[in-house]
């Protein structure tokens, strides 16, 4: 298995329900990130980590919680979210976030907030 | 800061016509600039690259060449397939305090018809 791979493909919840988001990358990366892609609006950047070290949280509400515990994995701990964060969720990874490698991105995990 | 700028379409072209997808940009440096695709249900592809003045990246008939003059980077192919119907995203990989920056267009929906 190559590439970047996010599980689950769908996921819909509840405002109350408490869920995680998994993303595995098998390409050797350092840096991996979070990005969200609503409809008509340009994809948005969550979270960076690289080299396990968070080093951006652009403003995310609390409710996004992620959590990389080595530079292979990935989560996105979900929990009362709104119904405005129905998106389709997509990880990236590259090689280094101090260089301008390209960005490699799994299949996203499409959610819907009930 | 930096930005990108690309027609957002949709764009809906007859199977073996030429394309062109203009996409323009600002940014402090010199950035890289890329082109992805991202067909329905997937994530997005790194479609090509160019990482300075003149380069010109290619890949599966698509074409774009960095024009530091202009500021753009505009993807053609000189005869479109059906299989090539996507949402095209220009983006540029710049540096801000905290490392690479990357920042994507609003993406360019394609429609080739047989």
């Known amino acids: 298995e190559t590439g970047v791979t996010q599980t689950p493909r769908h996921l819909v919840m509840g405002m109350t329900n408490k869920k995680s988001l998994k993303c595995e990358q098998h390409?050797?990366?350092?840096?991996m990130y979070w990005y969200k892609q609503s409809a008509k609006k340009p994809l948005e950047l969550m979270f960076v980590?690289?080299?396990?070290?968070?080093?951006e949280n652009n403003s995310v509400p609390s409710r996004f919680s992620p959590e990389c515990p080595n530079s292979s994995h990935l989560f996105l701990h979900l929990h009362t979210l709104q119904p405005e964060d129905s998106a389709l969720y997509l990880c990236?990874?590259?090689?280094?976030?101090?260089?301008?490698?390209?960005?490699?991105f799994g299949n996203g995990t499409r959610l819907t907030v009930t | 800061g930096d930005s990108v700028t690309q027609m957002e379409g949709p764009v809906t072209l007859s199977e073996e016509a030429f394309l062109t997808i203009n996409c323009t940009y600002t940014?402090?440096?010199?950035?890289?600039l890329f082109w992805y695709v991202q067909y329905p249900g997937e994530g997005l592809q790194l479609l090509l690259k160019?990482?300075?003045?003149?380069d010109k990246g290619s890949n599966k008939g698509f074409e774009a060449t960095y024009r530091k003059e202009t500021t753009s980077f505009h993807l053609e192919k000189g005869s479109v397939q059906v299989s090539d119907s996507a949402v095209y995203f220009c983006?540029?990989?710049?540096?801000?305090?905290?490392?690479?920056?990357?920042?994507f267009g609003p993406g360019t929906r394609l429609s080739v018809l047989p």
């Open positions: 980590y690289n080299f396990k070290e968070q080093t």
């Open positions: 390409l050797g990366h350092n840096a």
């Open positions: 990236a990874s590259s090689q280094d976030y101090r260089d301008s490698s390209p960005l490699h």
């Open positions: 983006a540029l990989s710049g540096r801000d305090n905290y490392g690479q920056n990357f920042v």
């Open positions: 940014a402090t440096g010199y950035p890289s």
């Open positions: 160019a990482t300075k003045a003149d």
